[in-house]
């Protein structure tokens, strides 16, 4: 089979599906070599493949689901799942465990700058608590690291975040987390990504792919937290292996790392649905012509 080349979006904990898959060696017992393109700039992933400098990349559906509205002819699709859980969490500087997402109404919110997912999603929970979300007091420009700094100083009552932001904050006694993204159910977070054309091009090679996929899905879900960090440490030189199995183990029972690479229509549909409220996208190009699961099996 021919090489592939797979383009990373960015360095995230939650990935850990990806990374593990390439560091136990899944798709090249399946016989094709794939070699991952570091990432950078999110928003670039799915022009690395459109431009021909990778076959497929990883990245959140949303990019395609932007893509699709603005040209319906747009050849990229989706396939081969790995995240179907919300990774962010809302952490305040106390814990408060009758938290309701309405009660965002009365604080000083600190939402996600770096990517745009987390708060589309989010906003159409807050809708449906009974708030309408442009409503809220809202700190748009922070990155996490700035946030996790004014949690702490008392500026911002509570943050959106992801980890390891999450449990530094805990281990560090100044934050707590009052909300889990993922309670609201599958939510399209993380697959491949890759253009029509492609699919059929490169049939053999991405069937192999989802071969290795899957089996690293059923080891993720069997193994102990310890080796799963052991695994992946290796990708995130510096990461406090103590630091990163807190991350696995948050994580793992919120059912974020999806069990097959099969892309079904209900976290599509749910993403869907939040980035049309938020007005992001003007339609909902749909499912059936975003998702290709017929490489699978």
Request: hydrophobic share 45%.
């Amino acid at each position: 089979m021919r090489p592939i080349r797979l383009q990373e979006t960015f360095r995230a904990a939650f990935y850990v599906p990806f990374y593990a898959a390439l560091a136990r060696g899944a798709y090249a017992a399946e016989g094709v070599e794939v070699t991952l393109l570091d990432g950078g700039e999110p928003a670039r992933a799915k022009d690395a493949v459109l431009e021909g400098r990778a076959e497929v990349a990883w990245g959140g559906p949303m990019r395609l689901m932007l893509a699709h509205d603005a040209d319906p002819a747009c050849p990229l699709r989706d396939f081969g799942a790995a995240v179907l859980g919300d990774p962010f969490f809302l952490v305040g500087a106390k814990p408060n465990p009758g938290f309701r997402l309405r009660d965002l109404a009365t604080m000083r919110v600190g939402s996600v700058s770096e990517v745009p997912t987390p708060w589309w999603a989010l906003q159409e929970d807050i809708r449906q608590d009974g708030v309408d979300p442009d409503s809220l007091n809202r700190v748009t420009t922070n990155s996490m690291a700035e946030n996790c700094a004014a949690l702490a100083a008392g500026e911002i009552d509570v943050i959106q975040i992801f980890e390891p932001y999450v449990s530094q904050m805990e281990m560090a006694g100044t934050g707590h987390v009052w909300h889990a993204a993922a309670s609201r159910g599958p939510t399209a977070y993380t697959t491949f990504m890759t253009t029509a054309a492609n699919m059929v091009e490169y049939a053999p090679e991405f069937r192999a792919m989802l071969r290795g996929l899957q089996k690293t899905q059923d080891w993720l879900h069997a193994a102990p937290d310890a080796e799963v960090v052991q695994t992946v440490l290796p990708f995130f030189p510096g990461m406090d292996p103590v630091l990163f199995e807190r991350c696995v183990a948050r994580y793992r029972p919120l059912n974020i790392w999806a069990r097959s690479p099969e892309f079904s229509a209900e976290p599509w549909e749910r993403l869907e649905h939040a980035m049309f409220t938020a007005g992001v996208i003007k339609r909902k190009p749909g499912w059936a012509a975003g998702v290709d699961n017929s490489l699978l099996g």
